[in-house]
Nanobody, 126 residues
Framework: QVHLLESGGGSVQSGGSLRPSCLAS????????MGWLRQAPGKAREGVAA???????SYADSVKGRFTISQDNAKNTLYLQMNSLKPEDTAMYYC????????????????????WGQGTQVTVSS
C-alpha cells in the first residue's frame, strides 16, 4: 500500500512562492508515475503537473513557466516549486501516484492515479 504525505502549503501574497513536498512510502519513485493535482472550492479537481516513469514532466497550461515538479529518489520525496503565485492558484493540492508500465526495459505509459495524499492547502491573496 502506497502512503503519501504532503506538507509545505501555506498562505502567501500574489507573486510569492511556495514549495509543497510529498513524502512517499511503500514503493520507490523509480517504479511509479507521480503528480500534483489541485481542487478549489466548487471546482473540479485538475491536474497541475506530472512526472512519468522516464522522468518526463508535463504541466497544465495555467502553470507552465511558473511551477516545476521534481523528485528526490533518495528521499522518496516529490516537490512542486510554485513561483509567481496568483490568487487563482488557491486550492487544496494533492499528491498522487500511479503505476509506471515498462516493456523491454523501456517506459511505455502511466496508469491511472490510484494513491492519494490528504492534501495541503495553498492560499494566495491579492
Amino acid at each position: 500500500q502506497v502512503h503519501l504525505l504532503e506538507s509545505g502549503g501555506g498562505s502567501v501574497q500574489s507573486g510569492g512562492s511556495l514549495r509543497p513536498s510529498c513524502l512517499a512510502s511503500g514503493y520507490t519513485h523509480t517504479t511509479r508515475c507521480m503528480g500534483w493535482l489541485r481542487q478549489a472550492p466548487g471546482k473540479a479537481r485538475e491536474g497541475v503537473a506530472a512526472i512519468d516513469g522516464d522522468g518526463g514532466t508535463s504541466y497544465a497550461d495555467s502553470v507552465k513557466g511558473r511551477f516545476t515538479i521534481s523528485q528526490d529518489n533518495a528521499k522518496n520525496t516529490l516537490y512542486l516549486q510554485m513561483n509567481s503565485l496568483k490568487p487563482e492558484d488557491t486550492a487544496m493540492y494533492y499528491c498522487a501516484a500511479a503505476e509506471a508500465y515498462y516493456s523491454g526495459g523501456y517506459f511505455v505509459t502511466c496508469g491511472r492515479y490510484n494513491s492519494w495524499g490528504q492534501g495541503t492547502q495553498v492560499t494566495v491573496s491579492s
